[in-house]
């Protein structure tokens, strides 16, 4: 009977990763909500995400793509700035096939050094960081050694099209340590090594963190203007982070739709959106 039931388990999230729902949070109520973009043409940007790979879901007014373990969101404006060059460099998903994409039209620029990596680049020159399956230097491994269930995914191939997979945050030379631990301490994430980098893992995403040689700019108002984590029982969340010294830049706040959010901004500005009710969207 137990192997019956692992045997459903699998099947059911297999099926929930193909129709793009959010994974289940973590530990602490935390899992990857959604990526914030600024463009100015919002039907170009659309089109991208959706050739990508992206689903169209109706929230409101919002232009929404859902992707396993991800949503999009896009809103039209003018950003001073693309995201590279920010504190957060870009971030990634993993694809089946890199050929399979240059052949369906997408100009992907393959890294030299390291097989099954690329990138495509967004309307507005947006740089989105491609694994496939031939790709040497995704896997993870937990700092105390212990085998993660969630964290697994990372050692083995996909099972859709297009997930999600990392965001690459560069820090002052020197605080790649305390990042991984404000993460991970914040927001119950595991830490570890994804390959060479210092990284903290959470359900549906990966975050890594690399040296600069100096400060970078905030992420707000670039393309890429906050990241958002969906958090379970957000308002008792909030109160917890409030207690441990986190400042809110936006308190806990329930919109009219039932969505219910707050905002806050990394020590080396990244914004982050804490959302609940975005889950509804799969």
């Known amino acids: 009977m137990n192997n019956v039931l692992r045997l459903i388990t699998v ?20 899992t990857m909500g959604h990526l914030h973009y600024t463009v100015k043409d919002v039907e170009s940007n659309r089109k991208f995400w959706i050739a990508l790979g992206g689903k169209p879901v109706r929230f409101g007014s919002a232009v929404v793509l859902k992707f396993p373990d ?4 896009l809103t ?4 001073n700035a693309g995201t590279e060059g920010s504190v957060v460099n870009h971030v990634a998903f993993r694809v089946e ?16 050094d390291y097989p099954g990596v690329g990138s495509v680049f967004s309307p507005e020159g947006e740089r989105i960081e491609l694994f496939d399956a031939t790709a040497t230097n995704l896997t ?12 697994r995914r990372h050692n083995r191939n996909i099972s859709v099209p297009i ?3 990392h965001i690459h945050l560069y820090v002052p030379q020197g605080d790649e340590q305390g990042a991984k631990a404000w993460y991970s301490e914040t927001f119950g994430g595991l830490p570890g090594k994804r390959w060479r980098y210092d ?18 700019a905030p992420i707000k108002g670039r393309r890429l203007d906050h990241i958002g984590l969906e958090v379970t029982n957000l308002e008792a969340f909030c109160k917890k982070l409030v207690a441990r010294g986190v400042k809110l830049d936006v308190p806990f706040t329930k919109q009219p739709s039932g969505l219910a959010t707050a ?10 959106e804490l959302t609940e009710g975005l889950s509804r969207l799969n």
Not at 11 to 30: E, F, M, W
Not at 70 to 73: D, G, I, K, N
Not at 76 to 79: L, S
Not at 140 to 151: L, M, S, W
């Open 70 to 73: 991800t949503l999009v969101f």
């Open 97 to 112: 096939s890199l050929a399979k994409l240059n052949a369906q039209g997408f100009k992907v620029e393959y890294n030299r």
């Open 263 to 272: 905002f806050l901004t990394d020590p080396w500005g990244t914004y982050i």
């Open 76 to 79: 039209q404006g003018e950003a």
């Open 163 to 165: 997930i999600a997979h």
């Open 11 to 30: 099947l059911v999230l297999a099926y929930s990763a193909g129709a793009g729902q959010l994974s289940p949070p973590n530990a602490s109520g935390v």
């Open 199 to 216: 990284a903290v893992d959470f359900p549906g995403i990966n975050f890594n963190f690399s040296s600069s040689p100096q400060a970078l």
């Open 140 to 151: 993870f491994t937990a700092d105390d050694g212990r085998d993660d269930p969630v964290a």
